[in-house]
Structures are given as structure tokens and as C-alpha cells.
């Protein structure tokens, strides 16, 4: 069982957690070939925007959390990208692409908002 942590009731952990899920499910069912390279990226690159996201989430310093979010949306923008390429290849439907779209742009919104920011208040937890 995990630790119980204040981050892991935020909405944006939250979407974070779902976007990584989905691109698992995603590249599960792919060619052994599609698997070996595009899969594999998407892969990386969701495990990477949730990485970043969670420590960004309770990163004490305003400059480091910027960072953190900052590479996160560099992770979304390549998941979008991956999913793209799938969707062209016919390798995904376009209802899977666009359930990943929405949450990507989603989370790409409340980072945004985050980075953005200028009153410190990166989430609803008190203080």
C-alpha cells in the first residue's frame, strides 16, 4: 500500500495518474514493431510528465516547481506528438485519441495556470 500524501488528492495528480494509465493502454495492444520504437517514447514521456508533475507538486521553491511543470508540458507536447503519429498510422482510433487529448489538454491548462501563477498559490492545499 502507498503513503496516503496530501499531492495525491489534487485534481492535477489526478489527470496526471489517468494520461500515464491511458498511454499504457494505448501501446499495449500495438505491433511488436510500433511497440519497439513509438510506443516506447509515449511511454517514457507519460512516466516522465507524471514524474515531473508530482514533484512539481510539492516542490517548496517557486523557481525549481516552474521547472518541474516546464518539463512536464515538454512531456505533454511529445505525448500529443506520439499520438498524432499513431492516429495518422491507423495504428489507434480517433475516440482513444481524443480521450487523450482532452486530458492532456486538461493538464496542460492547470500547469499552465500554475506556472502563470503570480499570487503562489500552485495548489488548493492549505497552508
Not at 512531456?75 to 487529448?101: C, R, Y
Amino acid at each position: 500500500m502507498s503513503l496516503q500524501l496530501p499531492h495525491k488528492t489534487l485534481d492535477l495528480y489526478l489527470l496526471a495518474k489517468k494520461i500515464l494509465n491511458c498511454c499504457y493502454e494505448i501501446t499495449q495492444d500495438l505491433s511488436p514493431e510500433v511497440r519497439r520504437t513509438l510506443a516506447q517514447e509515449m511511454r517514457k514521456a507519460s512516466l516522465t510528465a507524471y514524474q515531473k508533475i508530482i514533484i512539481g507538486l510539492v516542490q517548496e521553491k517557486k523557481k525549481k516547481r516552474r521547472q518541474y511543470f516546464q518539463s512536464a508540458l515538454d512531456s505533454l507536447v511529445l505525448i500529443d506528438a506520439i499520438m498524432e503519429v499513431l492516429l495518422d498510422m491507423d495504428h489507434i482510433t480517433g475516440k482513444t485519441a481524443n480521450e487523450l487529448t482532452e486530458m492532456i489538454q486538461t493538464a496542460y491548462m492547470i500547469i499552465e495556470g500554475r506556472i502563470e501563477n503570480k499570487n503562489g498559490e500552485w495548489d488548493k492545499r492549505k497552508k
